[in-house]
């Protein structure tokens, strides 16, 4: 199976919120993710890289996984 490779996208987080077990949940939005489409396995994840205090972007990005995701009028879970 041929490796395929990253999209470079733009998002926005509209929404930050801590939750009870120290976690932080984020949702993004924006233009970018109108194409946004998962692969079908549940270990789906991206690669993440944000913008540090200096301003700068961080050049190694950190990976985290996709649990759901909005699909035109309601949240889809795949893997639920």
């Known amino acids: 199976m041929a490796v395929q490779q990253p999209e470079t996208i733009e998002v926005a987080a509209v929404e930050v919120r801590r939750t009870p077990s120290s976690l932080v949940r984020v949702v993004f939005g924006g233009g970018g ?3 946004f489409a998962v692969s079908g396995v549940p270990d789906e994840a991206c ?3 944000l913008p540090l205090a200096d301003g700068a972007i961080d050049e190694h990005g950190r990976w985290y996984g996709v649990i759901g995701y909005w699909r035109r009028d309601a949240w889809a879970w795949p893997w639920r």
């Open 33 to 35: 993710l109108a194409g």
């Open 47 to 49: 690669l993440l890289h």
